[in-house]
């Protein structure tokens, strides 16, 4: 019996942690993380050759990854995309109406961009099948992580189910149940002052990451974790994950990693390839176990999770939980 197969027979109900891939493969024109940067240098009158010339600069003067190089990016597009809208050089038109509302707010032109540009999705027509499957899964998950800022998760596949906590100051919010709970932890379009995208963003998150682990914890003490819209090479995962050694016996994390499953995106694969993927956790010899999924045949994972079977509608629960944590009223 592979791990997939077992996780349904023990009717564990997961959590999902969902990344930018997944809205990528449901709806047109969502951008990868480069092919928005490059977007947004064109709807400030820059081209190709500002891009690749600022790229270029970046990654020669400075010793980055792929994802640090985007971040520092990000930090230099936020500064001339502000000086152009200040400059009344940008013509977008959604931007510019009510300005002085959100501006007093200190709203950053750039960001604020950013939510109206993840704002406007279109689901495709010919994966409207696999959706179907997807949205059937909202009484078969406890709850949702993502890094995404649309509300691709919220609107589209849990049509409005959840409640949704965005940033990480959220993460511990006092009326959350961890039942049919979404945590946006990059933030959300509906905020833009929340939305993770330049190196000083992504710095703020990772000094406060070991709050996103403890929070796993929480989540995962009694359920599994299923990654899905990322590579199993993502930076921000791997942090996420590396940060559990400082709070966990290796006999702990051994356990704890048994139970995280990555499904990988494979172009092509129409069945589900299992394999166990060594995750190396630090320069020393320790190396935990996760199983990776690949394949791109995405209905195969979602028919078996919509086989497991919850001991009551995860509606009722939550309900539930709320009316025994609201205080007494006399």
Known sequence: MNRLDELI???KLPVL??????SKRYNQNMPSWEELLKDVFFKIGLEDFDYYALKNTIRTSQNCTEQELYQKIGKELEER?????YD???EIPD??????EWLSQGISPFKKFLSLYFSELKNKDEMKEELDALKKLSNKVVSIITTNYDQFIEQQIFSNQCDVYIGQKNLFNPEAVNILDLYKIHGCVTDPKS??????????????????????????TENPIIFIGYSINDENIEKILRDFITCLSEEDLQRLFSHIYFVQYENGKEELEESTYLFRLSTESITLPLTQIKTDNFMLIYEKLNTLVPALPLK????????????TRH
């Open 9 to 11: 027979k023990n009717n």
């Open 95 to 100: 931007l510019l109406n009510n300005c002085s």
């Open 88 to 90: 009344k050089k940008v």
């Open 195 to 220: 939305i993770v995208i330049t190196e000083d963003d992504y710095k703020d998150f990772h000094d406060n990451g070991k709050l996103i682990s403890a929070k796993l914890l929480t989540l995962i």
């Open 81 to 85: 995309f502000n000086k152009a809208f």
């Open 316 to 327: 009722d629960i939550k309900l539930s939980l709320i009316h025994i944590s609201e205080p």
């Open 17 to 22: 942690f969902i990344g930018s891939g997944l």
